[in-house]
């Protein structure tokens, strides 16, 4: 069963690496439905765009989350803390989608209520698809919650 999406899924990806950010990016844009994607290089920035004053609160927030683990300043583990702690924030869907497939890192994340944790595929053609299929299951299947008006 697939829903028809009106408006565009809006995705915030969170990686410092600029290879990964752009294919992710590219792999989106070639989706069959719409989609905007904002990045922060880091969860610092990403809690700062998600902030009050950051440009994506109320009908900017993203509708998703795709937060790498390993990054400087604020790592994912801390950002997705953050994010779930945050009463305003905690709703929106988070997928770790990292380089590490370590057990901690896993049970570390699902603690920390991330969605999905997604171990990013070195082959390039395995992760287009992965990432295609994130964006097709969030935004043909699942129901999202959107902030009130």
Do not use: C
């Not at 904002?38 to 700062?48: H, I, K, M, V």
């Not at 395995?126 to 969030?138: A, C, D, L, T």
């Amino acid at each position: 069963m697939s829903t028809t999406r009106t408006d565009p899924l809006r995705i915030l990806v969170v990686d410092d690496d600029d290879a990964d950010a752009f294919m992710i990016e590219e792999v989106l844009a070639q989706a069959s439905l719409p989609v905007t994607v904002q990045r922060a290089r880091d969860g610092r920035e990403a809690l700062d765009l998600l902030g009050p004053d950051g440009g994506l609160s109320g009908a900017e927030r993203p509708d998703l989350i795709l937060l790498d683990l390993n990054m400087p300043r604020m790592d994912g583990r801390q950002t997705l803390a953050e994010v779930k702690n945050d009463p305003a924030l905690r709703a929106i869907p988070v997928i770790v989608l990292t380089t590490s497939g370590a057990p901690p890192d896993v049970l570390a994340s699902y603690r920390h209520h991330a969605n999905a944790y997604v171990t990013k595929p070195i082959d390039l053609e395995e992760f287009e698809s992965v990432v295609s299929r994130i964006s097709r299951f969030f935004g043909e299947t699942v129901r999202l919650p959107r902030p009130p008006a």
